[in-house]
């Protein structure tokens, strides 16, 4: 059911509407795709209460302008960025009421790479392959131009109160479990307890396909690809290059791919990696497999972590229209009789 439309304004570079991808066509030679940090969706859906995430808009380092025409939640998720509605700043990590006439404008990010914005019914484009994700390196899609106009889902509970999501800041990056993957007995433990002692940072290469690991440490973990045939590849293999540098895979990868692959990124700590700046220091550690949660358990946790966003009183326009203690009111009943 159509809900409305959200229009774009300004949008920054690579703007694109993102779900959870397209798993299961690796065979058919399409990678997942869909969010880089797919938590960031999950933190939106908890917001809006949701049963599972939506088709939301991924902004890497800026947003944009953005407007509606019916009254409808918008979750702010993924990383912070500077965000006010009709030039009064506004939470990040919060959801927010946005009606007609007014304007959200996002900026770039405070810390981490990517932001993301989802409307309370979610974007309702036309599916492609079962997605509404734009996936660029398969031509499904395109980025969000100046003037676009989605259409988005109903809102099914617009007039719920804000709230706001204390989350874990994986923005900074930090530590990041790795996974022993099929070839990872190929490096020899002087390559493994090297690689785990080196530091970290992004690179320049580093896009939707994958992100470029740079460091200042010696790369004794190169090993020569030579007489290796290519294997199937999937989102969070980390490949060593011919001259040793790490590219972990990332959503829109290839499907198979014949350089040696170290480890995999555990699927948990993969929005730190892909949330890290170019400042920011990571470190790989291997660990063992342990369960993932599954969609119900993993809204149940978020939720948990929900609390009313408190409005600076300031900031409400209509500040006396409120009845905030019974018998006050705003003095102006002798003038209305």
């Known amino acids: 059911m159509s809900g409305g439309s959200l229009k774009i304004a300004a949008p920054g570079p690579m703007l694109s509407v993102q779900d959870l991808g397209r798993p299961g066509l690796a065979a058919q030679g399409l990678s997942r795709g869909g969010a880089l940090d797919p938590l960031a969706l999950w933190e939106a859906a908890a917001l809006l209460g949701m049963s599972r995430p939506a088709a939301g808009i991924e902004m890497p380092g800026m947003g944009g302008r953005f407007s509606v025409s019916a009254r409808m939640r918008i979750a702010l998720t993924g990383a912070p960025m500077r965000a006010s509605i009709d030039g009064r700043p506004v939470p990040w990590h919060a959801v927010h009421a946005l009606s007609p006439g007014e304007v959200l404008s996002i900026g770039g990010a405070t810390s981490g790479t990517t932001g993301y914005l989802t409307p309370g019914g979610g974007i309702a484009s036309d599916p492609v392959l079962g997605s509404r994700a734009t996936h660029l390196a398969a031509g499904i899609?395109?980025?969000?131009?100046?003037?676009?106009?989605?259409?988005?889902?109903?809102?099914?509970?617009?007039?719920?109160?804000?709230?706001?999501?204390?989350?874990?800041?994986?923005?900074?990056?930090?530590?990041?479990?790795?996974?022993?993957?099929?070839?990872?007995?190929?490096?020899?433990?002087?390559?493994?307890?090297?690689?785990?002692?080196?530091?970290?940072?992004?690179?320049?290469?580093?896009?939707?396909?994958?992100i470029q690991m740079q460091t200042e440490a010696e790369p004794i973990w190169h090993r020569a690809a030579g007489g290796m045939a290519s294997e199937p590849i999937q989102v969070g293999d980390i490949q060593i290059t011919g001259d040793g540098t790490p590219f972990v895979l990332g959503a829109e990868c290839q499907t198979i791919g014949g350089y040696p692959r170290i480890g995999s990124i555990h699927p948990e700590d993969l929005p730190r990696l892909v949330q890290a700046g170019p400042r920011a220091r990571l470190s790989f550690r291997f660990a063992a497999p342990s369960p993932l949660p599954d969609g119900p358990e993993r809204l149940r946790a978020l939720r948990r972590a929900l609390t009313p966003l408190l409005r600076d009183p300031a900031t409400i326009p209509d500040l006396l229209s409120y009845q905030l203690i019974s018998g006050v009111t705003a003095g102006d009943e002798l003038e209305r009789d």
């Open 141 to 210: 899609g395109a980025p969000l131009q100046d003037g676009d106009v989605l259409p988005t889902g109903q809102d099914s509970d617009a007039a719920a109160p804000p709230s706001v999501l204390r989350v874990d800041d994986r923005f900074e990056g930090g530590p990041v479990r790795i996974l022993p993957g099929p070839q990872t007995a190929l490096f020899s433990e002087d390559q493994i307890r090297a690689f785990e002692a080196a530091s970290f940072t992004r690179g320049a290469r580093s896009n939707r396909q994958a």
